[in-house]
């Protein structure tokens, strides 16, 4: 083992091909599963094209992202890019929203039994959920490079069984499919509501920003994969979604799972294959390319001083270990006290949306920090461009944060509360303790 004394000590082991891979087994999870009923609920069989608007929508807000991200490499994610382009002190605050959020890798785990146990009912989904987490934790022990490869393998298996599910199923669609009452069932108006829902299914993406550090050509690589990534997502979602709401009449699918429909278009070895494949496959992917990037702006906060230098130890794979380790025992804990998935879920979005919107609006100040690098990258654009996009990005984040709050239960909504409270507070203290010496983490690519 040794003690990490910069971010620059991590291998830089990951090409785009893996960056795409990581991108695309984040974004392909649980919400797909759970959330096209609920948008064919919405807006019937223009689920599809909500799934393209959605897409849009995440672009629109990663935009800022995208400008930052293509002119330097940040090491540290977008812990970073508060510490470059905004209050050091906001660098702080992510940091602790980012460790309490990210109890949620135990919502992969926790929904990967539930999937086991629908084709196994004899299983302890407890047990289950505790033993794929411990596989993947230790998965990543061994580093980036090996857990990169793994998750290459099984994002194209989850392909290939997303690509069955649509390939089956798209010559049983009902004839008439672009006809009311089933297409468009509330208007323009239920479509876009159904698009602003189904961004939590779509985005992901972004978070190959945080794995800057191990990225071979970070400017070139990262927003490619955000892009790419994305829109490779939004048409396996839209191919999807036409036949999950094509197939069958859509009351009998609307709030309902895709295993209704994989149930009626696939032969039973295929359905298996979708639900072990797709389905499970899509959250273990999730579950690992997590466990991969989450440790990194927590490795530099370590370095600066928002946190005890210890965490910060890499074993010989170069792989924050202790930070692993305390995120692996984080998230044992809703596992075994059986927290409610939706609670879970809730607050890593809500949280993660808090910052967000922070980080978009920081990007505006990226022509100030370092006006030769912006001056130099390839996705310049004049300042009033930039404003109107980081602007954008900011608003966006915090009326989905606005739609959120609405539907909380009031001890989650506290809850959240509570935990953005803390985490001020604490960043302005650890502040003034004199202990933050941040050091450089960002470089020219």
């Known amino acids: 083992m040794s003690n990490v004394t910069s971010t620059k000590e991590l291998k830089r082991v990951l ?21 096209t009923g609920v948008a064919i609920a919405m807006t019937g069989r223009s689920t599809n094209l909500a799934m393209l608007i959605a897409a849009f929508f995440t672009l629109a807000m990663t935009i800022p992202m995208i400008f930052v991200s293509g002119t330097i490499r940040m090491r540290g994610g977008f812990y970073t890019q508060l510490a470059l382009l905004s209050r050091r002190t906001y660098s702080g605050f992510f940091i602790i929203i980012h460790i309490i959020a990210w109890s949620a890798l135990s919502m992969y785990a926790i929904s990967f039994a539930d999937y086991l146990f629908a084709l196994v009912p004899v299983i302890n989904k407890t047990l289950v959920a505790f033993i794929v987490l411990t596989v993947v934790y230790l998965l990543n022990i061994f580093g980036m490079e090996s857990t990169s490869k793994v998750q290459n393998i099984m994002t194209f298996i989850m392909t290939m069984a997303i690509m069955a599910f649509s390939l089956f199923g798209i010559t049983k669609i009902q004839p008439n499919f672009f006809s009311p009452p089933d297409f468009m069932t509330n208007g323009v108006s239920g479509l876009l509501s159904a698009a602003a829902l189904l961004t939590w299914a779509i985005g992901g993406a972004n978070v190959v920003i945080h794995l800057g550090a191990e990225a071979k050509n970070p400017t070139r690589d990262i927003p490619f994969a955000v892009i790419f990534g994305t829109l490779i997502v939004a048409i396996l979602y839209a191919f999807m979604s036409t036949v999950a709401s094509g197939v069958l009449p859509v009351s009998e699918v609307a709030g309902k799972s895709l295993a209704v429909v994989a149930q009626e278009v696939l032969p039973k070895s295929l359905y298996v294959f979708f639900i072990v494949g797709g389905a499970m496959f899509a959250l273990i992917t999730t579950l690992n390319a997590c466990f991969g990037w989450v440790t990194k702006p927590i490795l530099q906060a370590s370095v600066d001083g928002w946190l005890p230098k210890k965490l910060g130890a890499l074993n010989r794979y170069k792989t924050p270990y202790v930070i692993l380790t305390l995120f692996y025992v984080e998230s044992l804990i809703p596992i075994f006290f059986k927290f409610n998935i939706s609670t879970i879920g809730n607050m890593a979005v809500i949280l993660n949306n808090l910052f967000f919107a922070i980080v978009c609006y920081s990007a505006i100040n990226l022509p100030k920090v370092v006006p030769d690098l912006w ?14 996009f980081s602007v954008l990005g900011a608003v966006s984040t915090i009326l989905q944060i606005g739609l959120l709050l609405k539907d909380l239960k009031p001890s989650e909504f506290i809850g959240n509360l509570a935990v953005a409270i803390f985490a001020i507070s604490y960043s302005v203290l650890r502040n003034k303790s004199g202990k933050v010496n941040m050091e450089i983490s960002y470089e020219e690519a």
């Open 15 to 35: 090409g785009r091909k893996e960056l795409l891979s990581i991108a695309v087994g984040q974004t392909i999870g649980s919400g797909v599963f759970a959330l």
């Open 375 to 388: 001056e130099k990258s390839k996705y310049h654009v004049s300042y009033k461009v930039l404003v109107f």
